[in-house]
């Protein structure tokens, strides 16, 4: 069917819910090694150890998404996402038409946990329904933008390299926003990169921290007191949720708000959060909630009113293609820059066509669905269960 | 392009943002009378002036919905309706790809209040993409199920009239959920038509009111003393929010939950009447934030944990459509029976296929985009710009 052969107002359509039945859900293990690990309060990573999502359908259309496994954030692994997407997942799934989310989604909560293993399954579903529409899941989510501007994250070392870093990042992709990774004790090498990165950027760049809860809340207290002149963003997980009342001690004298992640990551925690005083803005990562759970939690914030940020989870470009295509979809999470350029710290990736950042900015590919075409060599290379 | 043209994980749509451009958009005003007038406390309904808009688009779609004026609850009246879509929203929206929902929201939204004029334009919006895409709305915003189970309205009447027309809508169409009109003064008629009803009918009917803020805030919680043994569900703008710290009393003490509808219809509203204490649950028509912004308060609600109702703005049938397929998408609106039948007081209405309620539900066509077809004689009689 081409549009051209539509008119009217009666509805002429081919497409129903029943060419879009799924026949085979695959989760298939990768490891990909990173050029340059990257390390922060919480950990380290060597190895881009994720699971790829495929959704087949009976009209022969294949969904993609990529589950990166962060067991000391979500408790999943790599073998553990398999083992529930093709334990649990796949039988729910088969038989059901790929528009039935909701129904999909129902079955696939009675489950509890697995965030990216449930995300990986939503975002391919959404890959199969952009393409058979024809058009982006930027388009089908909202319709709002071409691409994000991109915010980088860099990892702990010493002032100089981190400042050297984030003049790399700007001099060859043109980003002027950094999330700069802090949490490590004493803070006074934190508090330093920091200075040392307005001092030689001056207003040219928007920095934030995130502390991956590396900090009491008395610390993540004085470390932002000792950079209350340095016009942050924000600042984000300086120290755990559980510490709770510290941590909203913490929130109300932070001088800039304050980010929750992964201490946030169903609706009901971050009602939980915001209203218990311990936030004052939420970070939204596909790689946890999809799209459909995304959309959920950014709606629930902007009835709120507070902030949202687009979140990375050490995505890989198929990953990072799914945050772009989310971000890009509508007003509020266009405003922020977003987290997607880890993947630039990667020795490779599965993709026919790798991502490029220019300018700053991350352009969705507008191709449909969420956009990205795999090379079938790759993937044969970097699959580890052959 | 048929999805049998389709294969493997290369994207090759065809519909591409360009194709779905906005070329015209309609706002005729019809007037169709009411075989029976509809009486509640903030007003009496005899005839529906409501507005049909008809965006069309470069390849000859058309997506069609319907606006109700309602003066006394948002000011808006058939004329206002007339001249801001075809005054602002229409030449914001010219040129412009359908698939773009939230950059035309965020055009539309700089225009303050005239939620009825931009719920329309959204629906036919979506109505636009449904039938470009050959899948109904419902699919398009969620998949949930096929229909809702229907609520109907009782409007002010004695006790035995309307204990009789409640028997009629259960014989006729099954239906076994009223929503009891009361808020007349003093409240002990409309306490005496809940006690017939409860009386009459037992533990088969589920039954909840809806003062149309007729009610003090004293009186309101006197009344629901009264009707505290009834097993009502809920109990609906009992008395005005504005009579702040009255209404918040009155929720306290209320033995059911309050909800919120013509006091809570965007996501501030919706935050402030929760948060503040002046409603328990929510009521959702997509007359009045379309189906964009329905689904952010649906999302809102979810993740504070209240409860939601489809709600009906006194709609006609194509209004009706637009409910059911909003409703019929999404797990938590589907829990409670909508209030889908309003239509049936009508004498006439524009459409081809009129909607038919049977066993108390109402399906979703299963067409694409709202699934609903105008029937063009019916349309040249009633329309009043002729």
Redesign the interface.
Known sequence: ????Q????????????A??EVTRVEAIPFAIPYAKPLRFASGEVHTAEHVLV?VHTA??????AEAPARPFTYGETQASIRAVIDGLFAPQLIGT?A?????I??RLHRTVGNPAAKAGIDMALWDVL??????SVT??L????AGMRVSHMLGFDEPAAMVAEAARMQEQYGITTFKVKVGRNPFHLDVAVCRALREAFGDAVELYVDGNRGWSPADAERAMSHMADLDLLFAEELCPADDVLGRRRHVRTCPVPVIADESATT??E??REL?GGSADAISIKVARTGFTGS??????A????VEVLMGNQIDGQIGTACSVAFGA???TTSRRAGELSNFLDMSDDLLAEPLTISGGTLHVSG???I?V??DPDKLAYYRTDT
């Open positions: 069917m081409t549009l051209a539509l008119g009217g107002n009666v509805a002429v359509g081919t497409t129903t819910a060419d879009l495929r009209d022969g259309l294949v969904g993609i038409s528009l039935a989310r909701e129904a989604h129902a952009g393409k058979a529409f024809g058009v388009d089908l909202g319709g709002y933008g609706p009901g971050v009602t209203l959309q959920r939690i950014l709606h629930q902007e009835g709120l009113g979809a509508h007003a191709a449909p669905g956009g075409v795999l």
